[in-house]
């Protein structure tokens, strides 16, 4: 074995996390440049040549930000559209209204339970957070009291619940039942996601200080108050469109024939960039011109929110950058060789898998993929007779550990205005425990089954 491979492999890949945190969070240097950095220091002790580094983390930032970028840009404006108009006002006061303020968070978590079924979680959270902000305004708590459960329910449907995309390249991996995947991550999501979500939250936010002022917060909530806000209905329905055409796509085969032009239609609009591009176009009618909006504001509107989500991009890139780098220096195929040795039960392996992959990749959706291929073979070999507990257990892996080569860590820290060490505290933590409870309900739900 040779120093750059194996064992050392591994060595080198947690030194560069924990130099990583260091850096960032201790001595408080500029995370883009210190990602960037340490990403490049990897790729040279684990070996790859030279010449591939550069090459290697700009495809990583690229294929990152090619999605990344569009979605945060196009929800940003969406969002821009609903807080100018009132509607973000307009939903914050009828979700209060119906749940009480002393309740705001139990309605964050059950309306990000909903909305993020078919959505990345990236899409669903830039869709949501204009209302976080403004319920968190009105009713006068820390954003992170609605916005932590929000974060919770939109994290537990992307890893359990079909038919989010990711939970369902698990199911056809294991060769699972829809119906009974979608039923089993009912009953362990929600309580995941309450326990993780609003009961967590109240435990935490009393020991998280934010700075008194949020640029992000500002653009949706400081504004002139509106005499007359548009209807609840059209504002939801608004929100909902790109909800409904995702859907629409990712049941394209169902409803057409596969390969027909009406089919390409459905997975063209279906695409969560063209999604959230007619709902943005659609809301300059809706939530601008109807509501006496000229085309000027409107363009002054969605001019002026793009800036503050400048660094959000470069973060996320950055972090595109260094999953790249630790699976081109092979160190997801040490981290799968190694797991490979242990005798374990196939839950048991599908949890770990993805929960290392996660750990070194920062991606929820290769964790799940990466570990559902390796295990399902297994499982099939063994005879395990519940593959939609697999589902589970894969996905409840997927999950585990947020940390600075994840984009989501980089939107909850920029966007609540926390420091690297408060967001360890709040949406790390949070990931993990989704991770450890819906791994233990999917352990107790095999032990009845």
């Not at 990712?250 to 007619?278: C, D, K, Y």
């Not at 300059?284 to 509107?301: C, M, S, Y």
């Not at 981290?335 to 770990?352: C, D, H, K, Y």
């Not at 390796?374 to 947020?402: D, M, Q, R, W």
């Amino acid at each position: 074995m040779t120093p750059s491979t194996g064992f050392w492999l591994l060595i080198y890949a947690v030194v560069a996390i924990i130099a990583l945190i260091v850096l960032i969070a201790r001595y408080r240097l500029n995370p883009f440049i210190v990602i960037t950095l340490v990403s490049v220091g990897l790729a040279l002790v684990a070996g790859m040549p030279a010449n591939t580094i550069v090459a290697s983390y700009e495809a990583g930032v690229g294929k990152t930000l090619g999605h990344i970028a569009l979605v945060v840009a196009l929800g940003t404006m969406l969002g821009k559209m609903m807080a100018e108009s009132g509607g973000a006002e307009q939903v914050a006061r009828t979700l209060i209204a119906r749940f009480g303020e002393r309740n705001a968070h139990w309605a964050m978590v059950c309306i990000a339970f909903l909305v993020g079924l078919p959505l990345f979680f990236e899409v669903g959270f830039v869709l949501l957070v204009p209302i976080a902000f403004t319920v968190a305004r009105r009713v006068g708590v820390s954003i992170l009291m609605v916005g932590l459960p929000m974060v919770a329910g939109l994290s537990v449907v992307h890893a359990l619940v079909p038919p989010h995309p990711a939970a369902m390249l698990a199911v056809q991996s294991y060769h699972a039942s829809v119906g009974q995947t979608l039923f089993y991550a009912v009953l362990v999501g929600i309580p995941t996601a309450i326990l993780a979500g609003p009961v967590y939250a109240r435990f935490i936010v009393p020991k998280i200080q934010l700075p008194a002022e949020n640029p992000l917060a500002e653009q949706f909530t400081e504004r002139e108050p509106r005499k007359q806000l548009p209807g609840f209905g059209v504002t939801i329905g608004t929100i909902i469109l790109p909800v409904v055409l995702m859907l629409m796509g990712g049941w394209a085969n169902l409803i057409s024939t596969p390969g027909s032009v009406f089919n390409q239609f459905l997975q063209f609009i279906g695409n969560s960039v063209i999604a959230l591009l007619v709902a943005t176009l659609v809301s300059f009618w809706t939530l601008g011109l109807a509501q006496g909006f000229n085309r000027d504001a409107i363009l002054k509107f969605t001019n002026e929110c793009l800036a503050p989500t400048a660094t959000i991009t470069l973060l996320v890139g950055a972090g595109g950058g260094l999953n790249r780098i630790l699976i081109d220096a092979g160190v997801t195929t040490e981290i799968v060789g190694l797991a490979r040795e242990f005798n374990l039960s196939p839950l048991m392996m599908g949890w770990l898998f993805a929960a290392l992959m996660r750990i070194a990749t920062g991606s929820a959706t290769v964790a799940m993929t990466t570990a559902s291929g390796i295990v399902a073979p297994v499982a099939l070999g063994l005879g395990y007779p519940h593959p939609e507990l697999l589902v589970l257990a894969t996905g409840a892996g997927s999950v585990i550990f947020s940390h600075v080569n994840d984009g989501g860590f980089w939107l909850i820290k920029e966007y609540f205005n926390m420091t690297v060490t408060q967001t360890f505290k709040t949406w790390t933590v949070l990931e993990t425990l989704i991770s450890i409870i819906a791994f233990l309900l999917t352990l107790a739900l095999a032990a009845v089954l």
